[in-house]
């Protein structure tokens, strides 16, 4: 394993033999950074460093890091009632949580399962749209279609829905389910051929499962609202359940407050986390219409939904989530994200002609430089955004920008001219 820095504080030097870090290869990687605070988009470090915050921990911090109105909000509740099991017990903070968040969300969307992370919250999607199908008499449609460059969660059911070929997860292929995973079309000849292809095997098929407009982490790519209205018109069309999984899209990200607002449709199952609680505590809810609702309406106890986690929403992460709601209601969140937009399109305009670069895109909250894959360090990259004072992730061929939505002009621009800068002298 690569060495601790000569001034690593004594903690990271006891623990760090015992630690197994995600998504790492722990005998090449270099040691994470140490970190001591965290304040609007800033990050302290132990020895004494700052970097400016371009991902806000993988987008959910979008209020900024220590945001006072939720760390207030969790205080409180962490005085009353940090926890209390969600079985056959109820409380304030999930059902105001739950009322808030079906007024929110996009029209009929009016049952809400509050799970406590994302990659439960798609597993609980998908168990939704199988026993769905199942409580109406049909327990053959027990596969999903999904689409290449998806990144749904880590788990089983997620795994199989994500890229698997290509992706992350190729090591486990032979132990997923399979799915149907093509590509998103982008043409009407390629609309023709998804329609034929749900038509040759809507019998199988429980849902579509789509992260609308933006494919975050299976590679940062987006899809118009129009591609994803015809998409969600087809799926209908052969008479399947629509699952949106806007973990990363949803609370503003792509500009709307739910990108499926933007293409007007309302899914038949909706997954949310990331930015539920303002990256404070981990929560997640999977949304369902009445019509999925209902499927589970009976006397026969073995058509109720078979799932609930132990931390299900959890008190003190509804209490987190409730006071960032209140923030989207009292702060103008959408015309900052529109603001960040502008920004990030004039700012990283020039990235463009850098010989690397292969492609610079924007939408909303997110700005994407991609660089040709033969020329992509992203270990070099992230630690010559640190030597700038920034914090990005490079990662799928891109320099992926996803900041706070406080985040000031000046730090931004702190972060795209560092973006710029190291993009150009990529050899
Ligand atoms: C992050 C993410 C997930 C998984 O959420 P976790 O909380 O990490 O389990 C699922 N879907 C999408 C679109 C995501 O971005």
Redesign the pocket.
């Known amino acids: 394993m690569i060495p601790l820095p000569p001034n690593a504080p004594d903690w990271q030097r006891e623990g760090y033999p015992h630690l197994w870090l995600p998504y790492t290869q722990m005998q090449t990687a270099p040691a994470p950074l140490a970190v001591v605070g965290t304040e609007g988009c800033r990050i302290r470090l132990a020895d004494g460093r700052e970097l400016i915050d371009g991902i806000c921990s993988?987008w959910s911090a979008c209020h900024g890091y220590n945001h006072p109105h939720i760390v207030e909000a969790v205080a409180e509740q962490a005085r009353t009632m940090p926890h209390v099991m969600f079985a056959g017990l109820t409380h304030e903070p999930a059902l105001r949580l739950s009322r808030r968040l079906a007024t929110l969300a996009p029209e009929g969307l009016e049952r809400v399962f509050l799970a406590d992370?994302?990659?439960?919250?798609?597993e609980v999607a998908m168990k939704m749209a199988v026993q769905y199908w199942r409580n109406r008499g049909d327990s053959r449609k027990t596969r999903f279609v999904s689409f290449r460059g998806a990144?749904?969660?880590?788990?089983m059911g997620?795994m199989s829905l994500s890229d698997v070929e290509n992706g992350m997860h190729s090591a486990f292929l032979n132990y997923m389910p399979m799915q149907f995973v093509t590509d998103i079309p982008s043409d009407e000849y390629a609309f023709a051929e998804f329609d034929s292809l749900l038509g040759d095997i809507s019998r199988q098929v429980a849902a579509v499962v789509i992260?609308p407009l933006v494919q975050?982490?299976g590679g940062f790519t987006f899809h118009s609202a129009d591609v994803l209205a015809e998409l969600y018109r087809i799926t209908k069309k052969h008479n399947l359940l629509f699952i949106a999984?806007?973990?990363?899209?949803g609370f503003g990200r792509t500009g709307y407050l739910f990108a499926c607002n933007e293409a007007g449709i309302t899914p038949d199952i909706l997954?949310l986390?990331?930015a539920l609680t303002g990256g404070a505590m981990?929560l997640?809810a999977t949304l369902a219409t009445a019509d999925v609702f209902n499927a589970f309406l009976s006397d026969d106890a073995e058509k109720a939904l078979m799932h609930g986690p132990t931390y299900m929403a959890n008190a003190l992460a509804c209490a987190a989530a409730n006071a960032s709601l209140d923030l989207f209601e009292r702060e103008p969140r959408l015309s900052q994200i529109a603001a960040i937009e502008t920004q990030l399109e004039s700012d990283l305009e020039p990235c463009r002609t850098a010989p690397a670069v292969r492609d610079v895109r924007v939408k909303g909250a997110i700005g994407i430089v991609e660089i040709h894959p033969e020329r992509f360090d992203r270990i070099a990259l992230r630690q010559s955004f640190v030597e700038r004072g920034v914090w990005l992730r490079p990662y799928a061929n891109c320099i992926y920008i996803m900041p706070a939505y406080t985040i000031s002009a000046d730090e931004l621009s702190t972060i795209t001219r560092a973006v710029c800068d190291v993009a150009s002298q990529i050899a």
């Open positions: 993988w992370s994302g990659s439960v919250a798609v990144y749904h969660g880590d788990t997620c992260e975050c982490a999984d806007e973990i990363a899209t997954c986390g990331k981990t997640a």
